[in-house]
């Protein structure tokens, strides 16, 4: 399985953002997918995941309000849309999947994922 990540850039605060994660290969299905980030000097963190089965949605709380995910289950792609976004917001976006199903107490971590795509980098700037 690939994961294809894009859609990063510079933005000012305040600004918005759309994230995109293509999935190609065997996902199976379902296929569970999530986005994380990794800021400067710190540890890859969760942000959203959705899923494969019923599209049900977790957030982490500090994008709760600001960040929307979706899915396009024909092209196997998940979306980040990020509003209102902060300097705080700056890091290396990541998109991750894996077959089957994740509960709300399972998604946030790394070790359940088998999928990871490179990345793409958003910066919040002025």
């Known amino acids: 399985v690939q994961l294809q990540a894009s859609g990063g850039g510079l933005v000012q605060p305040g600004g918005s953002l759309r994230l995109s994660c293509a999935a190609s290969g065997h996902t199976g299905s379902p296929y569970f997918m999530a986005w994380f980030r990794q800021a400067p000097g710190k540890e890859r963190a969760p942000i959203a995941s959705?899923?494969?089965?019923?599209?049900?949605?977790y957030y982490w709380d500090s994008v709760k309000g600001r960040f929307s995910m979706s899915r396009d289950n024909a092209e196997n792609t998940i979306y980040l849309q990020m509003n209102n976004l902060k300097p705080e917001d700056t890091a290396l976006y990541f998109c991750a999947g894996r077959a089957g199903v994740l509960s709300e107490h399972l998604w946030m971590q790394e070790s359940a994922y088998d999928d990871w795509g490179r990345g793409t980098q958003v910066t919040v700037s002025s």
């Open positions: 959705i899923s494969g089965v019923d599209g049900a949605k």
